[in-house]
């Protein structure tokens, strides 16, 4: 079991920046692919950004790139997601997730869940 816990949400105006966390513990961190999606009311769950096991490689979804920055502290078992130029639209419940698979990239599924943090910007 991977235990998943976000911080950093809250209320910023639209231009405004925020970084959200996400510390793990439970299982090795680096064995795990880590990843953002959003929810926003009545929609769908989406994908946000996806970084993998080294913290190499960084995915993100067409709305963010430029704006959102995924990393990593292996160290510190936690993924970060900087969250700049933020727009109306990217008021959501933000949540990370992990697999010990790359999945999250195409399903759009994680083993693992945290509870999420609400991120609102206002316009």
């Known amino acids: 079991q991977v235990q998943l816990v976000e911080s950093g949400g809250g209320l910023v105006q639209a231009g405004g920046s925020l970084r959200l966390s996400c510390a793990a513990s439970g299982r090795t961190f680096n064995n795990y692919y880590m990843g953002w999606f959003r929810q926003a009311p009545g929609k769908d769950r989406e994908f946000v950004a996806h970084?993998?096991?080294?913290?190499?490689?960084?995915y993100y979804t067409n709305s963010v790139k430029g704006r959102f920055t995924i990393s990593r502290d292996n160290a510190k078992s936690t993924v970060y997601l900087q969250m700049n130029s933020l727009k109306f639209e990217d008021t959501a419940v933000y949540y990370c997730?992990?697999?010990?698979?790359?999945?999250?990239?195409?399903?759009?599924?994680?083993?693992?869940w945290g509870q999420g943090t609400q991120v609102t910007v206002s316009s």
């Open positions: 997730a992990a697999d010990p698979t790359p999945k999250m990239l195409v399903a759009r599924q994680g083993d693992y």
């Open positions: 970084i993998d096991r080294d913290g190499i490689n960084t």
